[in-house]
Nanobody
Framework: QVQLVESGGGSVQSGGSLSLSCQAS?????????MGWFRQTPGKEREGVAVIDRAGMINYADSVKGRFTISQDNAKNWLFLRMNSLKPEDTAMYYCAAGERGVCRGLIPKTYNYWGQGTQVTVSS
């Protein structure tokens, strides 16, 4: 059974930084998965923030390029998101996700099979 558990959300002022972590378990062959971070605000569709595909290629949403950094540990059991220069528009529930090889496609949420419960990030102006 695949489980993804996020941690590290919280409240910060505009310009501040936060780091998110996601512990993955139950992925049968961890290198066969894309993994990434997505976010959602009430009334809006979930959007991709940053993803790493199985080849290690990284893709960022334009809105976070240069401010956010996604990374994994060598065993690919942990996924991280370092968020700098946070803006009020970054306020959202952030989700960790994993997608199976051949299914996951970049920043497209519906192509990811497994999701964490989410962690709230709030940026005040």
């Amino acid at each position: 059974q695949v489980q993804l558990v996020e941690s590290g959300g919280g409240s910060v002022q505009s310009g501040g930084s936060l780091s998110l972590s996601c512990q993955a378990s139950g992925l049968t062959t961890s290198s066969s998965y894309c993994m990434g971070w997505f976010r959602q605000t009430p009334g809006k569709e979930r959007e991709g923030v940053a993803v790493i595909d199985r080849a290690g290629m990284i893709n960022y949403a334009d809105s976070v390029k240069g401010r956010f950094t996604i990374s994994q540990d060598n065993a690919k059991n942990w996924l991280f998101l370092r968020m700098n220069s946070l803006k009020p528009e970054d306020t959202a529930m952030y989700y960790c996700a994993a997608g199976e090889r051949g299914v996951c496609r970049g920043l497209i949420p519906k192509t990811y099979n497994y999701w964490g419960q989410g962690t709230q990030v709030t940026v005040s102006s």
